[in-house]
């Protein structure tokens, strides 16, 4: 794999089913969520050597409990259409108890579809569970407009979802900027338009609320051959994203880095884990990015970080969710491969 100068890369556990969002309690137990399997694991370093060779179930009979997050000593984890949540982990983990931990459901309301219908979930600084809703479909309106939970990212707040960003056709990453607490998501853009159109997205949220385009138009210019032609009869403002990732790349996870380990050029900026294309003549994406930002938050340019996935048009690893640790190091769950990685600065 490659990847720049000082840093080092290595398998940090292998014993996963299609490892998806990563998560670390107080105590610094990792956690992590899975795309096709049925259970929540953690993470076990039995030889103390770094290693994580085994893992302890923490629920299981779930279906595809892909999203996990650690908020004030409770796990949440989500399944298509639930959350559920375990108190005290902690405690939990350290009991060494044979028996699984009892699980309750936080909210069960949220549409079952499969298409799209991953969850990604993370507490907000106001304290608010963030769950994004994809649409159950490439291109489509009716779905959104019969139930106004498809096609954006909600909060869970007082018992009800309430829109945080409209049109937006399928985020399952998003992350919060350490200084200006803004919301950042990435975007996964609509399929057939051609090799290169349209580009996935890297998005902000400046207002509650606001309106991202699907299915009406796509990146920054590109309007939809089936839907670009209601634009006039919408009354909404358009907001274009930030960054353009590049057609078919497929961004999932992301996270700012918030660690003193990285050099100063990464902090305040944000990793996205490209998953890749299944569409495209050529493959693209299959690697992890830097988008790098100002002061502000305002995008500056993006370089490649970690690339290797992908080699001679064979994808033997598809990269799903970065996550920043306590000690400042980056952890890369790869779905496809079933590890996850621990990537460190030497420098």
């Known amino acids: 794999m490659n990847f720049p100068p000082n840093f080092t890369i290595e398998v940090f556990s292998a014993v996963l089913d299609s490892p998806w969002q990563i998560t670390e309690t107080a105590d610094g137990h990792i956690i992590v969520g899975s795309k096709k399997?049925?259970?929540?694991?953690?993470l076990v370093d039995e030889d103390l050597d770094g290693s994580f060779e085994s893992k302890i179930i923490v629920a299981n009979g779930l279906q595809n409990p892909a999203g996990v997050v650690f908020y004030q000593g409770d796990l949440y984890f989500a399944e298509m259409d639930t959350i559920w949540i375990i108190e005290n982990i902690d405690s939990w983990l350290n009991s060494s108890s044979e028996s699984l931990p009892e699980k309750t459901i936080y909210m069960n309301d949220l549409p079952s579809e499969t298409w799209h219908g991953l969850k990604y979930i993370d507490f907000g600084p106001d304290g608010s569970l963030y769950i994004p809703v994809g649409v159950p479909c490439n291109i489509c309106l009716e779905p959104q407009t019969k139930d106004p939970r498809f096609a954006a990212i909600h909060k869970y707040e007082n018992g009800k979802l309430i829109t945080v960003a409209n049109g937006v056709r399928n985020s399952v990453g998003f992350d919060w900027h350490p200084v200006t607490k803004?919301?950042?998501?990435?975007?996964n853009g609509r399929d057939w338009l051609?090799?290169?159109?349209?580009?996935?997205?890297?998005?902000?949220?400046?207002?509650?609320?606001?309106?991202?385009?699907y299915p009406y138009k796509h990146a920054k210019d590109v309007i939809d051959p089936e839907f670009g032609d209601m634009i006039?009869?919408?009354d909404k403002e358009f907001v274009d994203p930030i960054a353009e990732l590049g057609a078919h790349v497929a961004p999932l996870g992301i996270a700012f880095y918030d660690g003193k380990e990285f050099p100063e050029k990464y902090h305040n900026s944000v990793f996205i884990a490209l998953h890749g294309s299944w569409n495209r003549t050529k493959k693209s994406g299959y690697k992890v990015i830097l988008v790098k930002l100002d002061d502000n938050g305002n995008y500056l340019y993006q370089e490649d970080f970690i690339?290797?996935?992908l080699s001679n048009e064979t994808a033997w690893g598809r990269p799903a969710a970065p996550f920043v640790m306590s000690d400042g190091s980056l952890l890369v769950s790869d779905d496809k491969h079933n590890v996850i990685y621990k990537v460190q600065y030497k420098g």
């Open 37 to 42: 399997g049925s259970e929540v694991v953690a």
């Open 182 to 187: 803004k919301l950042y998501f990435s975007d």
């Open 194 to 213: 051609g090799d290169d159109s349209p580009a996935c997205e890297l998005n902000v949220v400046n207002e509650e609320g606001s309106f991202y385009g």
């Open 307 to 309: 690339t290797g996935w």
């Open 232 to 234: 006039p009869s919408v």
